[in-house]
């Protein structure tokens, strides 16, 4: 059975660093896209950031653009979202998502293409 757990999340001043995992079990990770998402209270899940299979593709929402890094190390499972420069409006529950695809180059941050989701992380930016 195909499980994500996210972990990392935690309260950070404004300007401090994060690294978010996602660890995978129960698939073959490298056939499989990965997604993060985030929502905070009052809205809507909005796409980060999402990696291909192949790990040469990554895109990124624009308020998180030169911010955040996403990695993948098939090896071991595992999918890194590393936050940097965090604002108070990076506040929000930070979820994880995988999506089995055939194609190696390309990731899209689109909500409704992702079947598994992790319970989720919080993350908290404040002074």
């Known amino acids: 059975q195909l499980q994500l757990g996210e972990s990392g999340g935690g309260l950070v001043q404004p300007g401090g660093s994060l690294r978010l995992s996602c660890a995978a079990s129960?698939?073959?990770?490298?056939?499989?896209?990965i997604g993060w998402f985030r929502q905070a209270p009052g809205k809507e899940r909005e796409g980060v950031s999402c990696?291909?299979?192949?790990?040469?593709?990554?895109n990124y929402a624009d308020p998180v653009k030169g911010r955040f890094t996403i990695s993948r190390d098939n090896a071991k499972n595992t999918v890194y979202l590393q936050m940097n420069n965090l604002k108070p409006e990076d506040t929000a529950v930070y979820y994880c998502?995988?999506?089995?695809?055939?194609?190696?180059?390309?990731?899209?941050?689109?909500?409704?293409?992702?079947?598994?989701w992790g319970q989720g992380t919080q993350v908290t930016v404040s002074s």
């Open positions: 998502a995988a999506v089995f695809t055939s194609v190696r180059f390309m990731c899209t941050m689109a909500r409704a293409s992702y079947d598994y």
């Open positions: 129960g698939f073959i990770p490298e056939s499989y896209a």
């Open positions: 990696i291909s299979r192949s790990r040469e593709s990554t």
